[in-house]
T-cell receptor
Framework: KNQVEQSPQSLIILEGKNCTLQCNYTVSPFSNLRWYKQDTGRGPVSLTIMTFSENTKSNGRYTATLDADTKQSSLHITASQLSDSASYICVVRTMDSNYQLIWGAGTKLIIKP | ETGVTQTPRHLVMGMTNKKSLKCEQHLGHNAMYWYKQSAKKPLELMFVYNFKEQTENNSVPSRFSPECPNSSHLFLHLHTLQPEDSALYLC?????????????FGSGTRLTVV
């Protein structure tokens, strides 16, 4: 069964610290993996999209990694800011005829001053 | 603003009411989607429209009725809802041939059924 599991479910860190969020998936065949940021009361906003051949992709202070062999991805946030408080969602697209998006439940990140 | 506009932002309705959610995009995208987001659960795809034609109905109860009059507008008509239908309803759009592009989401409608 195609699934995306994220950990931790929630995380609290101090402003200025770094953190890493994890995503494990069992989706096959795999097309691409996306990370979205969702602020409270808003829709998700795309941070990165990585295809099978990409190992690392950065977007400012956000760096996503992908290990297609172990089917794991991580999102690393450097020098966190209060505005990073949000839910971070991992999404995997299948490469079958349906091209489905399999969504994770998200990690809720809280940055404290 | 993301380019996808949803109205209303908040809606409280009784179980016997009829209401509609509206979504509008002027990004030139040809595909539009309705998603349901419940607390601590993954987004659930409800409906997909490509070039105004419904291409996916993810076993959604008939009390939810979508309408797509053109590629820029999408509606979700609601009637005789249940309290468990309370959730954030998100509209999204994507460009033609989307496989390696992200979806653009609206801010959602927070629906409460009483």
């Amino acid at each position: 069964k195609n699934q995306v599991e994220q950990s931790p479910q929630s995380l609290i860190i101090l402003e200025g610290k770094n953190c890493t969020l994890q995503c494990n998936y069992t989706v096959s065949p795999f097309s691409n993996l996306r990370w979205y940021k969702q602020d409270t009361g808003r829709g998700p906003v795309s941070l990165t999209i990585m295809t099978f051949s990409e190992n690392t992709k950065s977007n400012g202070r956000y760096t996503a990694t992908l290990d297609a062999d172990t089917k794991q991805s991580s999102l690393h946030i450097t020098a966190s800011q209060l505005s990073d408080s949000a839910s971070y969602i991992c999404v995997v697209r299948t490469m079958d005829s349906n091209y489905q998006l399999i969504w994770g439940a998200g990690t809720k990140l809280i940055i404290k001053p | 603003e993301t380019g996808v506009t949803q109205t209303p932002r908040h809606l409280v309705m009784g179980m016997t009411n009829k209401k509609s959610l509206k979504c509008e995009q002027h990004l030139g995208h040809n595909a539009m989607y309705w998603y349901k987001q419940s607390a601590k659960k993954p987004l659930e795809l409800m409906f997909v429209y490509n070039f105004k034609e419904q291409t996916e109905n993810n076993s959604v109860p008939s009390r939810f009725s979508p309408e797509c009059p053109n590629s820029s507008h999408l509606f979700l008509h609601l009637h005789t809802l249940q309290p468990e239908d309370s959730a954030l309803y998100l509209c999204a759009s994507s460009p033609p041939g989307e496989t390696n592009y992200g979806y653009t989401f609206g801010s959602g409608t927070r629906l409460t059924v009483v």
